[in-house]
Each structure stands twice: as structure tokens, then as C-alpha cells.
């Protein structure tokens, strides 16, 4: 409950003073991050300034970082989240959120026009990718001169396997062992292997 110097804080809306008038009961998670909103205002809002949007959703829409919701000065629910049983569903309210998002973008709509940019990219990508269109590259990076691929003629003639096309001038075939012979080009060492039958 509410103790302690913190007795009394007016109402953000109505600026009613809470703490010791007990018929307007303040919302605790506002009012342990030090702001004042009664239960009247509250309801009346909710789909307003108090309405509570997941971490999530807060970041897509407005443009923001895990980092600048981890601020200690805004209220979070946590709540069992429905999709996972490991992790907390976090919710935040959309005034507090919008005014990080004025902060980090000037304006509220800045922000939805970045997210939108943002959006817009997504889907471009994936629909380039869907279609196999190729993505441009970036000119700014220095390029990395590849190696030219030598094709087999030139492989060996860089390796002076065959200096040039030739008639096989093989010698006398020898045995190796029971039944198998090989015989080997003079020119170019190339052997041919056989078995006698």
C-alpha cells in the first residue's frame, strides 16, 4: 500500500490528491514510478493515455529498443504470458510509451512513419526474395578481386603436363603382376592400364 513520505500525490488527470482520501483508490504500478492517476480516471482512459499495449507491439509501433523500455521510471505489469510458460507477458501504457517515442523521434508521428518505412522494407524484402529478385549490392564496401577459374587446358599447361595436343608415343608394355600390363606415353607419362584374359 501507499506509506511513508509518498502519502499524497495529486491526480495526473483531476488532480485530486490520493493517499488519504480512500474513496479514489490510485493505481499502484503508476504510483510506485511516482505517478498519481485515481481509479475514476483510470477507467475512464483506458482506452486512451492508460491503455496497456505488450512490450512487443510497443517496439514494432513506435520504433523502439528493448533498451529503452528497460527505463526504471516506467510502470510494467507482468502478467503469465498465455502463448509461453517460462516467460511474463510485460505491458506498459501508451503514455509512457509515447513519450519515450517523442524522445528518441521527436514526435509520435515520426515514429509511425519510421515504423511504417520499416514495415514497407520488410515486406519488400520478402516479396524480393519470394519472386527471386536479385538484391542490389552495396557499392560502398571495397570489392574483392576474384581469382580467375582457369579452365582444364590451361591448368595443365601451366603445370606443363601437356605442352601441347599430341599422338601418344607409348613404350613396350610392362607386367606388373598376374595377368595386368601397363604402358606409359614418353611424352607426356600418361598410362594406360589393361588386364590380359
Known amino acids: 500500500m501507499i506509506n511513508g513520505s509518498r502519502l499524497e500525490r495529486p491526480c495526473r488527470n483531476c488532480g485530486l490528491m490520493l493517499g488519504l482520501n480512500l474513496s ?67 505491458l506498459y501504457y501508451k503514455f509512457q510509451v509515447e513519450e519515450i517515442a517523442k524522445i528518441r523521434h521527436g514526435s509520435v508521428n515520426n515514429a509511425f512513419v519510421e515504423a511504417s518505412r520499416r514495415r514497407d522494407l520488410r515486406l519488400q524484402s520478402k516479396l524480393d526474395k519470394q519472386y527471386g529478385i536479385p538484391k542490389l549490392k552495396d557499392d560502398s564496401k571495397p570489392k574483392l578481386s576474384k581469382k580467375k577459374k582457369l579452365t582444364t587446358e590451361e591448368v595443365l599447361m601451366k603445370y606443363s603436363i601437356v605442352k601441347e595436343p599430341h599422338i601418344h608415343n607409348f613404350s613396350k608394355p610392362i607386367k606388373l603382376s598376374q595377368g595386368s600390363m601397363m604402358k606409359k606415353c614418353i611424352d607426356c607419362n600418361f598410362e594406360v592400364k589393361w588386364e590380359e584374359i
Open 24 to 90: 479514489k483508490k490510485p493505481e499502484q504500478t503508476l504510483w510506485e514510478v511516482g505517478i498519481g492517476v485515481c481509479s475514476i480516471c483510470l477507467n475512464a482512459n483506458r482506452d486512451g493515455d492508460y491503455k496497456k499495449m505488450t512490450m512487443t507491439r510497443a517496439i514494432e509501433d513506435y520504433c523502439l529498443t528493448n533498451t529503452d523500455l528497460s527505463d526504471a521510471k516506467l510502470a510494467v505489469i507482468k502478467k503469465p504470458n498465455p502463448h509461453s510458460k517460462n516467460k511474463f507477458m510485460k
